[in-house]
């Protein structure tokens, strides 16, 4: 498979990686069997993080014997030095390794949490400290900010920035890609089918693969969609003029609906986690049913169905979203969804 030059890092990895949220949702032996078929498949670039539950572990037991071969990426979201440390080495521990390639600050979308990381004795002088005893190669982070992507590219003290970016959520073309490449930081495209509203992976992936520095990472459940995936990037690049009609209708169709994660809204006056419940959709795909009807989700629409109608947060959403009425059709597809899986869940 081809390969790109990711930044700084100089690690060569495959033009397509591997995204391991969903792998959540299968059985392990499922997830092992789907983590195993894109090695086969010469995919070198396995990412996943300290808060996909199962997927670490899976991940490590898939990549057992191979370990040499392949580049791993994985995160940590938390907050203190204490719980940074803690969480590299249960990263360590569940992958079966003793070095992570890449470790990613997780979801870094406000100015507090970038502070922490780059204060002195912050949280980066943690990872830092492991990089030099070996246990990390390269140090990264992920955001869905644009101003705070572009302030960490900004300090050189970060070697990839993981970021949303598809033909829909788009900015990152031209906003943050020149600035990573004047930074020599490496690309790593999240979100590549727009969280799931995107179900042509055709012309989602086209779109990634025209720009050759990007590693997209797509969140791979089933072995048949990494398969789908490969096929379209072996039969070439290049956008037909329908496709681009394509794209653009697409990009004006959703572009209204599709909440970017930024978190600009906040603050909420009744503290709803608006992105959380305008995203749903997505977690839906990606979590296992159990945890997405009794944890993080359901909380966050339970708290959404308190909106108190002020408006405020339209006024600073930069995408126009029509927030209020995008959280109620939200809230009512998720109690109409939760509904039908208790009743399937009572019948078993
Ligand atoms: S309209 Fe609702 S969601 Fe928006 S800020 Fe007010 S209470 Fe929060
Ligand atoms: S609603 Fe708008 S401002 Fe809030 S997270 Fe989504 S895109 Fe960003």
Redesign the pocket.
């Known amino acids: 498979m081809e390969k790109v030059r990711l930044g700084r890092t100089e690690l060569m990895v495959t033009k397509l990686g591997f995204g391991g949220i969903p792998i959540q949702r299968d059985t392990e032996e499922d997830a092992i069997s789907v983590v195993k078929r894109c090695l086969d498949l010469g995919i070198n670039y396995i990412d996943t993080a300290n808060g996909y539950t199962t997927s670490e572990e899976r991940i490590g037991k898939a990549v057992a014997g191979r370990r040499d071969k392949v580049i791993i990426a994985t995160k940590t979201g938390a907050r203190n030095r204490d719980d940074v440390a803690k969480h590299l080495n249960l990263s360590l521990e569940r992958l079966q390794t003793d070095y992570i390639d890449i470790y990613q600050f997780h979801g870094v979308n406000n100015q507090k949490h970038l502070d922490s990381i780059l204060e002195p004795n912050g949280l980066l002088s943690v990872v830092r400290e492991a990089k030099k005893s070996g246990k990390v190669r390269h140090v990264s982070i992920t955001s869905?900010q644009m101003d705070i992507a572009k302030k960490a590219i900004a300090t050189d003290q970060f070697e990839t920035i993981m970021f949303p970016f598809n033909f829909v959520t788009d900015e990152a073309a031209t906003q943050l890609l020149p600035l990573a490449r004047q930074h020599d930081v490496g690309f790593i495209a999240m979100k590549p089918l727009a969280g799931g509203m995107l179900d042509n992976p055709r012309l989602a992936f086209k779109y990634l693969f025209q720009f050759p520095d990007v590693l997209p990472i797509p969140g791979i459940e089933k072995v048949e969609e990494i398969e789908e995936i490969v096929e379209i990037l072996e039969a070439g690049k290049k956008i037909t003029a329908a496709e681009k009609r394509e794209m653009a209708r697409l990009k004006d169709e959703l572009g209204h609906k599709?909440?970017?994660?930024?978190?600009?809204?906040?603050p909420c006056t009744m503290n709803i986690p608006?992105?959380t419940v305008?995203?749903s959709g997505s977690f839906a795909k990606r979590l296992p049913e159990e945890r997405f009807f009794g944890d993080m989700v359901a909380k966050a629409m339970e708290a959404a169905s308190n909106c108190a109608d002020c408006g405020e947060?339209e006024t600073?959403?930069?995408?126009e979203?029509p927030?209020r009425t995008?959280l109620n059709e939200q809230v009512d597809w998720f109690q109409a969804k939760k509904k039908e899986y208790l009743a399937r869940t009572a019948a078993k």
């Open positions: 869905h599709f909440c970017h994660r930024c978190d600009y809204c906040q608006i992105s305008l995203t947060c600073r959403c930069p995408y979203l927030i995008l």
